[in-house]
Nanobody, 122 residues
Framework: QVHLVESGGGLVQPGGSLRLSCAAT????????MGWYRQALGNERELVAE???????NYTDSVKGRSTISRDDAKNMVYLEMSSLKPEDTAVYYC????????????????WGQGTQVTVSS
């Protein structure tokens, strides 16, 4: 079993910045994709950004140019830095990882964090 814990959310003024962190603990041999999703009230969960094991990144159009996703494989962590925040960035942000739990398996299992609230408001 693997447990993901996000941190770094909160109330931010429009135009401000924040850094989200997510730590994975438990039975981890390797992690393929690490990503951040968000879900605003009344909306479906959407991909914000993802980073693959070889460093390739992908961002949703609405955050391109003002967001950076990064990972630290030694610590099993993923980060999301966002700037020029807008009220429409308000949502619960979820960490997502595809984890290979053991050298004895080639399967990857998807895990989610519990979510952290980000509110952009003056």
């Amino acid at each position: 079993q693997v447990h993901l814990v996000e941190s770094g959310g909160g109330l931010v003024q429009p135009g401000g910045s924040l850094r989200l962190s997510c730590a994975a603990t438990g039975s981890i041999f390797s992690i393929d994709v690490m990503g951040w999703y968000r879900q605003a009230l009344g909306n479906e969960r959407e991909l914000v950004a993802e980073i693959f094991s070889r460093g390739y990144t992908n961002y949703t159009d609405s955050v391109k140019g003002r967001s950076t996703i990064s990972r630290d494989d030694a610590k099993n962590m993923v980060y999301l830095e966002m700037s020029s925040l807008k009220p429409e960035d308000t949502a619960v942000y979820y960490c997502n990882m595809w984890v290979r739990e053991s050298i004895r398996t080639f399967d990857f299992t998807e895990y989610w964090g519990q979510g952290t609230q980000v509110t952009v408001s003056s």
